[in-house]
């Protein structure tokens, strides 16, 4: 990875702000998300952070945004796609609002930005994007019609995009987390929490840093032989 700026979408709490942390080890970073700035102190690191506020389900938002960071920093080194929303409940019981919600934050999103950014990573021949995907996307939940919807769609899009964007230098993958220790997980009812891990062959759930550990290798240049591939960080679950 070129010592240019790294995009991460969803980059104020949880998973993001682990992303965030993690990446400034190696370049400067631009985290977006819906308030801007993370709660709390923001990370430091060898390299600089801005936070941006922009919803990237508003294509208006992104359209706006991404002309003015390319003209004041140039083609980014990588884009990870963090930001995503769950809006959990049965398929039946799952109003429209909320399946199209889900789907504007955790995929059409990732289209606004690309159509920007993609062009002038093609132009510098070279660059990662990394799509945050799930283990929800590889494996059936109740509950999860659509964040799992969305979430293997991902999967495809990174298979299609990497065959196009292979020719100029740019290489995509997914990774795709499974149960990680969060605000969510944490709230869980300690019975429901056990069978949940119950579940997992290494019986406990991954944590963010892990997470952010495994995105920085996929888009740096240890990884530069791998595109268009899912790996999964689910502890087994899947297996």
């Known amino acids: 990875m070129s010592s240019s700026w790294v995009l991460i979408t969803g980059g104020n709490?949880?998973?993001?702000?682990?992303?965030?942390?993690e990446m400034l080890s190696c370049a400067p970073v631009i985290a977006t998300s819906r308030r801007g700035n993370p709660p709390g102190n923001p990370p430091?690191?060898?390299?600089?952070?801005?936070?941006v506020a922009c919803d990237g389900s508003h294509q208006p938002a992104v359209d706006a945004l991404a002309p003015e960071l390319l003209a004041k920093y140039g083609a980014p080194a990588a884009i990870i796609h963090n930001a995503?929303?769950?809006?959990?409940?049965?398929?039946?019981?799952?109003?429209?609002?909320?399946?199209?919600?889900?789907?504007?934050?955790?995929?059409?999103?990732?289209?606004?930005?690309n159509r920007h950014l993609i062009p002038a990573m093609m132009a510098e021949r070279?660059?990662?994007?990394?799509?945050?995907?799930?283990?929800?996307?590889l494996k059936g939940n109740i509950g999860q019609s659509a964040y799992g919807a969305s979430k293997?769609?991902?999967?495809?899009?990174a298979k299609s995009l990497a065959l196009e964007v292979a020719r100029f230098g740019i290489r995509v993958n997914c990774l795709a987390p499974g149960v990680i220790d969060s605000e969510?997980?944490?709230?869980?009812?300690?019975q429901a929490m056990k069978q949940l891990l119950a579940g997992i062959p290494l019986r406990r759930a991954g944590s963010a840093e892990e997470v952010a550990r495994v995105a920085r290798f996929m888009i740096s240049d240890d990884s530069?032989?791998?595109?268009?591939?899912?790996?999964?960080?689910?502890?087994?679950?899947?297996?």
Do not use: C
Request: charged share 10%.
């Open 13 to 21: 709490r949880g998973i993001g702000h682990a992303l965030v942390t």
């Open 44 to 51: 430091t690191g060898k390299h600089w952070v801005k936070y």
């Open 84 to 113: 995503g929303i769950t809006m959990d409940n049965l398929h039946i019981r799952q109003s429209g609002e909320q399946w199209r919600q889900v789907m504007e934050t955790n995929l059409n999103a990732i289209f606004y930005w």
């Open 126 to 137: 070279q660059g990662a994007i990394l799509l945050m995907s799930s283990v929800s996307g």
């Open 152 to 157: 293997a769609a991902l999967v495809g899009l």
């Open 184 to 190: 969510m997980t944490r709230a869980l009812p300690p």
């Open 224 to 239: 530069q032989y791998m595109t268009g591939q899912t790996l999964v960080l689910d502890g087994g679950m899947s297996a």
